[in-house]
């Protein structure tokens, strides 16, 4: 989908069809920052997948472009690779960090550090891992340009857009408007979430 369908949608919404109160450049600014805000509710709207060439040792970050990490799939050879809790390991064998290994066997998220993960056993700097994750949206600047996100977040894009239009023009009454807009864009985007997550298959034991 292009940007400027949106956009065309959105001055329809706003009644300025010329661009008189709202020009191009504003909408598209914020019809990028839409993006980024799905992907912020929703990581996986904007999942990449490619293979991370791993440095040597335990700590491995994710691409630059990435926000924030999904999964880490398999080794380059296709041996699988699990995620595990780093306490678990860390109780079942306290020297995990030492020592170099070609292939990974597990992987360890940290929340409170999403560009980075642990691998087990460290790597000797020598293979690659695929590597899940949610990348950032580019901007869009013009008519032409293409989304970043599937067409199934149009509504929610729209509905971004018209909240920020509105949200520039509070002293015309418009906060109710703002208010409106924000909500249906959360309620889109979270709907969607919760009806992905009760859908999904879950893993065997």
Wanted: glycine letters at 10%; hydrophobic letters at 40%; one cysteine or more.
């Amino acid at each position: 989908m292009q940007a400027g369908v949106v956009v065309t949608r959105v001055r329809a919404t706003l009644l300025d069809p010329g661009g008189v109160y709202w020009p191009d450049a504003e909408l598209y600014d914020y019809l990028s920052a839409a993006q980024t805000a799905v992907v912020n509710l929703k990581p996986d709207a904007y999942a990449q997948t490619v293979f991370v060439s791993l440095v040597p040792g335990v700590l491995q970050a994710i691409p630059a472009d990435g926000s924030q990490l999904l999964d880490v799939v398999r080794n380059a050879d296709g041996t699988a690779i699990r995620q595990i809790d780093r306490n678990a390991l860390s109780h079942a064998n306290q020297g995990w960090a030492s020592g170099g290994q070609t292939a990974v066997l597990h992987f360890m998220p940290d929340p409170r550090n999403p560009l980075r993960f642990h691998v087990f056993p460290p790597s000797d700097g020598n293979s690659s891992v695929e590597v899940v994750y949610a990348g950032t949206p580019p901007r869009v600047t013009q008519a032409g340009d293409s989304l970043a996100l599937a067409d199934v977040y149009e509504s929610a894009l729209h509905a971004y857009v018209c909240a920020l239009a509105f949200a520039k023009n509070t002293d015309r009454g418009d906060l109710a408007k703002y208010q409106g807009f924000m909500g249906q864009f959360y309620q889109l985007v979270s709907g969607r979430s919760q009806a992905q997550v009760a859908e999904a298959p879950t893993g065997g034991g």
